[in-house]
Every structure is written in structure tokens, then in C-alpha cells.
């Protein structure tokens, strides 16, 4: 049995890892589990990651979950070029920072923007109260501005002169926003430099393909997801409300 992942696009970690694999010619099985039908609580995929969570790695018979885990998995078993996880330790540790950092910064507050601003409206029929709205977006730039003056700096990438994982696993989490039709990179002249920088780096083509799905998760109706997955969403945007 091959390499096996379990991956649904519309997820940001699932994204770094399916651009990751496929931008260092990884073989993989691309295992589609799809959150909105509520595919990630069945009994077929708890016996991959009895957290039921994606993405989730199957390896033969080792099985892995939590996304910068399997990233560095991938990165250790297929040698991948230095650069994404540098064997130099002061650069290793700039990649290990971000990635310590990132989750309940960038990751949280993206995504509590995308949901109140594109799942929100579904459940419920209406938009966001703009005060509500305004104040996610004020969250998100906040950690923005943490993101440049502290992991980014005067830097073409995170750990210096060459991409690595951190830059991978920010940008995907950056483009939930994007996707939520808030461009966070228009007055930011040195983040856009980054993404582009970021993108060239993996491959335009492929960044773009791995991100169409969510580019188009507008054009949803509440009717195309599990009643499941939003009151999940529901109670988890009420918790931050």
C-alpha cells in the first residue's frame, strides 16, 4: 500500500499539504474527504484518524494526523530540498517559531473571518452585522502587522532567502481571507511581494489549483451541507461571539 492522504481542499492545512506533496513530486493517493458532507465523522475514516479531523496521512500501516506533523514527515522521509526545513539551526528555528506561532494568530483569526463573513450568512440568511465584521477584520490586521514586523521583517521569506514550510502554511492560511473576498494584500505592498514570491517559488499552476475550490465556495447554498457541519460552524462562531 502507498502513500495515502486524506484531504479536503476547502481546508487551509489540507491545501499546504497537497501543494507541498505535489511540488516535490511526492507520491501520494489523494483520499477526498469532504467536511461539508459530514465524510470526516464516518466510522470508515475514524479508523485513519480516530480524532476525525483532516488532513490525515496513512503510510502503510502508520497513520499520522495534524498537519504540520505529516509536513514534516513528508519533508524528513522524501529528503525534500533544505530549504523547506532547513538543516541549519537558526534557520530551522525561524520555521519552528512560525509554525508555533501561526495557529492561534494567523490560522484563527483568518479563519474566524471567513466563517462569520461566508459560512455566517448561510446558516443563517443574513450577513454579519458590520460591527461584527469590522471588529474580525481589525483582529486579522492586528496579527498581520505581527506577521510583518516579526516572522517577515526586510526578508524575501520567512527563514530568510529561500521558501520554506512557514511561508507555505501562512500564505494558504492568508488566502481564507482572500477567499472571503477581503483582500488583505492591497495596501500591503511588501506581503504581496512575499505571495508572489511564495507562489513563483511552488508553482503559479498549482497554487491556483489547489485553491479553486475555496476560491469558489461562495457560489454554495446552504442546502449543499451537512445540517451537521453548520451547527458545528454555528456554535463555534457563537463561542467567539
Not at 517559531?97 to 446558516?123: C, D, N
Not at 508572489?196 to 446552504?222: C, D, P, S
Amino acid at each position: 500500500m502507498g502513500l495515502e492522504m486524506y484531504l479536503d481542499l476547502l481546508s487551509q492545512p489540507c491545501r499546504a499539504l497537497y501543494i507541498f506533496a505535489r511540488s516535490n513530486n511526492i507520491p501520494f493517493e489523494f483520499k477526498r474527504v469532504q467536511l461539508t458532507k459530514g465524510q470526516h465523522k464516518t466510522e470508515e475514516f475514524r479508523q485513519v484518524n480516530v480524532l476525525m479531523k483532516v488532513p490525515a496521512l496513512r503510510d502503510g500501516s502508520f497513520t499520522l494526523a495534524e498537519s504540520i506533523a505529516i509536513l514534516l514527515y513528508l519533508a524528513q522521509k522524501f529528503k525534500t530540498p533544505d530549504h523547506w526545513y532547513p538543516a541549519d539551526l537558526q534557520k530551522r528555528a525561524r520555521v519552528d517559531e512560525y509554525l508555533s506561532w501561526q495557529h492561534v494568530s494567523i490560522r484563527a483569526k483568518g479563519i474566524k473571518l471567513f466563517l462569520s463573513k461566508v459560512l455566517l450568512p448561510l446558516i443563517t440568511g443574513q450577513p454579519l452585522p458590520p460591527e461584527k465584521l469590522e471588529f474580525a477584520i481589525e483582529e486579522l490586521n492586528v496579527v498581520l502587522k505581527q506577521f510583518e514586523e516579526k516572522f517577515l521583517q526586510d526578508k524575501p521569506f520567512i527563514a530568510g532567502s529561500e521558501v520554506s514550510l512557514a511561508d507555505l502554511v501562512a500564505l494558504v492560511e492568508l488566502m481564507q481571507a482572500v477567499c472571503a473576498d477581503y483582500d488583505l494584500f492591497e495596501k500591503r505592498p511588501k506581503l504581496a511581494e512575499w505571495r508572489r514570491r511564495v507562489e513563483e517559488a511552488v508553482g503559479k499552476q498549482l497554487f491556483l489549483e489547489a485553491h479553486q475550490e475555496i476560491m469558489n465556495v461562495k457560489n454554495l447554498t446552504a442546502d449543499q451541507f451537512a445540517p451537521e457541519f453548520l451547527d458545528i460552524v454555528k456554535q463555534h462562531l457563537l463561542n467567539q461571539n
